[in-house]
């Protein structure tokens, strides 16, 4: 397996792989890594779907990409995924992949033609004091010891970010700051999560830092994500002949491990209540989905609280069983083994009536039913003891949903906390509850609450364990890689697997990522996988995000004027002094200057 970036690779189409059609791919679990990899064999290893076999414990696919309407509860989104135009495996993924919805078209087709005519950004990025706006104006707040926080992190090597939390290498004036708002509400990040992710984050999208406040550097899909994401790969594969075994539940892998090689040997799974199995031998690939952000997810309603379910846990069990039996299985506990630090809670909301969305369209200064873009993001409550961020994406959110209602997802990072309203906890609250401390929040005048959080909306809240359980810190080693060295026929796959890259977690892209690193590298696809973005290294992409770091602020030259004009003169006619001028860092020369 290799990278590459440019037309040449991303055209090229590969060569049937030797002894393809003499294999056969078993897939753990039927998330979006598992079906993107089933996707690569088809397209890209000519494998056969009908040697393609999905292994899933569930009854449907999509992971932790869902979208359900429960009977009695109502509708209910765990999460919403944010995506960027630099996601290359998962736009390389969907441009082949039809669309449901418009003919001779891709789900990319018709997602770039959506984002390009209705393209996003928020008009209201953050509230306080019950609706009103929290006046962040856009503007990051780091004062100069912030600033250099970041700069410290950003040049950091990864090692010395190893094993350290966020607040053990920034310091106070950052935590302050605006940035770390928009930051930790946009990805989920806390303060004991880990340097080293916040780090990668960094490199990552700092191409998007501009975009922060206002969302414009996000992209969403027109439904969501299970009905635009999920539903047309899902048929695509079910058309190419894979199989999908759900309601079985992978217990354990054997492994022949030799000092040269390492072989999976034989699936343990229990299928419909029935023990069972399957042996493997070099012409077997396994490819296997470890860990879950959303294990253990528990559903509330309108009339009882989501319970916290710190039980069993299937696949971080199976996960467990794998590590034990070779060191570079990876460490399953760094991650799963710290509930308190990882769980959060969401809510969906429904309105059933024209009340409550005009609180909505107040703040979002959009009509939430004109089936574009309304909050454009979440808006986060800065004022929020539970730290609550809500989001109404484009309506209908679900092809079912009536005309007459709006679906609004939220979330809050601290749930051991009281509410402001409700003086309670929201791990503690039901469904009515929690709409209560939204609409207390909206500005709903108190008098008003209790009547339209019991009969003008129905909530179902989600309480998940292990929802940010990738950002726990973290040491080389600590995830498998995604081909362990020696591996002959079988890989890692999913947020817990250490692709190749420079990519980071919580992202879509990272999912379909690690598929095509496995499938490319035991099939040995002779085409080169796409790399990260390379804008962490482009001077034009480093120069706009230290602009915005310093909310437009041009750098201080010390010194005399006419040392300062001096040196500003000489930059001019130079293209580091185009560059530097084109992004305002540094000024022009003194009026002294001028006039002289």
Known sequence: MFYSSGNYEAFARPRTPAGVENMKAWLVGAGLAAMSAAAFLIRDGRMPG??????????????????????????????????????????????????????????????????????????????????????????????????????????????????????????????????????????????????????????????????????????????????????????????????????????????????????????????????????????????????SLTENSNNGDQHTPAQLDEGPAPAWDLWRRIAAKDPSFGRPDVFGGHIPETKWESATVTTLDSRIPEHIRRICKRDPFSGKVVTGGIVTVRDSSWLLSWTVNRQPHFKQQPPDQIVVWLYSLFVDTPGDYIRKPMQDCTGEEITQEWLYHLGVPEGEISELAARAAKCVPVMMPYVTSFFMPRHAGDRPDVVPDKATNFAFIGQFAETSSRDCIFTTEYSVRSAMEAVYQLLDIERGVPEVFGSTYDVRALLAATTRLRDGEAVDIPGPAFLRDYFVRRLESTEIGELLEEFGLVAGQSRDAEHR
């Open 50 to 291: 009908n040697r393609i076999t999905i292994l899933e414990r569930l009854k449907l696919p999509g992971g932790a990409l869902d979208g359900i309407k429960e009977p009695e509860r109502g509708f209910v989104i765990r999460g919403g995924r944010e995506m960027e135009n630099h996601f290359e495996c998962l736009w390389d993924l969907f441009r082949s992949i039809p669309s449901l919805e418009i003919d001779d078209a891709s789900v990319l087709d018709e997602f770039y033609w959506l984002n390009k005519d209705d393209p996003n950004y928020s008009l209201q990025r953050a509230t306080h004091h019950r609706g009103e706006d929290a006046h962040t104006d856009g503007l990051f707040a780091l004062n100069e010891k912030a600033q250099k926080d970041i700069v410290r992190i950003f040049l950091a090597t990864r090692e010395e970010m190893e094993g350290r939390r966020i607040d053990e290498v920034f310091g106070a004036d950052f935590l302050k700051s605006n940035f770390w708002l928009y930051w930790r509400t946009m990805f989920a990040f806390e303060e004991w999560h880990s340097a080293l992710e916040m780090k990668l984050y960094l490199h990552r999208f700092i191409h998007h830092i501009g975009g922060l406040p206002d969302f414009s550097a996000l992209k969403f899909t027109k439904y969501n994500q299970y009905e635009s994401l999920v539903l047309p790969l899902y048929r695509w594969l079910l058309d190419q002949g894979v199989t999908f075994r759900f309601d079985t539940e992978v217990t354990d892998i054997d492994f022949d491990l030799g000092a040269q090689h390492k072989q999976a040997s034989h699936i343990h799974w229990v299928s419909e209540g029935v023990p069972g199995g399957v042996d493997l031998d070099e012409n077997d690939l396994l490819l296997m989905t470890i860990g």
